[in-house]
């Protein structure tokens, strides 16, 4: 009997444990990123930091843009502020296309196909039909945006084209070459 009160005991308190990992956090743990009188320059270096600092791994690409990797996939975040009013971060992820399908008359049916049933992002093919491009943003006013917001629009964002890839056919996903960071 002692034994059952102590299993009992230790799975209410292992469950428990577990639900606290789970919850989000509140809202005072979160880190308001305030970017006010800052062009896109200042944000992206901004932004980048407040990431790094966070524990994501942070690469900077250009003035105004930087990579941020998460659930082993690079997104492109790109800065657009605009100072009172509607302000967003441009979220990209590019997937690499393998030589012998870039000109696929198949490639192009399937982005439109994308595009025509999808709403969350805009699917495109880049000049030279070398990568597929996906990008969507986060909007958000008074220039200022939390941390919280952007982690939880890139895990957003990385579940749904986890999602993407389960509903297209076999032969799309072969036209996309694979590596860890796609």
């Known amino acids: 009997m002692r034994l059952l009160v102590l299993l009992l005991t230790a799975t209410m308190l292992v469950t428990g444990c577990e639900s606290l990992s789970k919850q989000p956090s509140s809202p ?16 992206t270096k901004i932004l980048s ?3 790094q600092d966070n524990g ?7 003035q105004d843009q930087f990579i ?11 800065p657009k502020l605009m100072k009172n009013s509607l302000s967003r971060i441009v979220v990209s ?28 992002a805009k699917f ?5 039909n070398r990568a597929g491009h996906v990008q969507t943003a986060i909007t958000f006013a008074h220039e ?21 890839k389960q509903m297209v056919p076999r032969e799309a996903l072969d036209m996309i070459k694979h590596t860890s960071r796609q």
Do not use: C
Request: no cysteine.
């Open 144 to 164: 200022t945006v939390s941390l919280d917001e952007i982690k939880q629009f890139i895990a957003w964002f990385d579940d749904s084209l986890a999602e993407v």
């Open 93 to 120: 992820r590019l997937f690499e296309i393998k030589e012998e399908y870039q000109h696929s008359p198949k490639l192009f049916v399937l982005v439109t196909s994308l595009n025509r049933d999808l709403n969350f």
């Open 28 to 43: 005072q743990d979160d880190v308001m990123i305030d970017l006010k009188n800052k062009n896109n320059a200042d944000a």
């Open 124 to 128: 495109s093919i880049l000049p030279g």
């Open 49 to 51: 930091n407040v990431l």
């Open 68 to 78: 941020v990797t998460y659930n082993q996939h690079n997104y492109i975040l790109e």
């Open 56 to 62: 994501y791994t942070v690469r900077k690409v250009s």
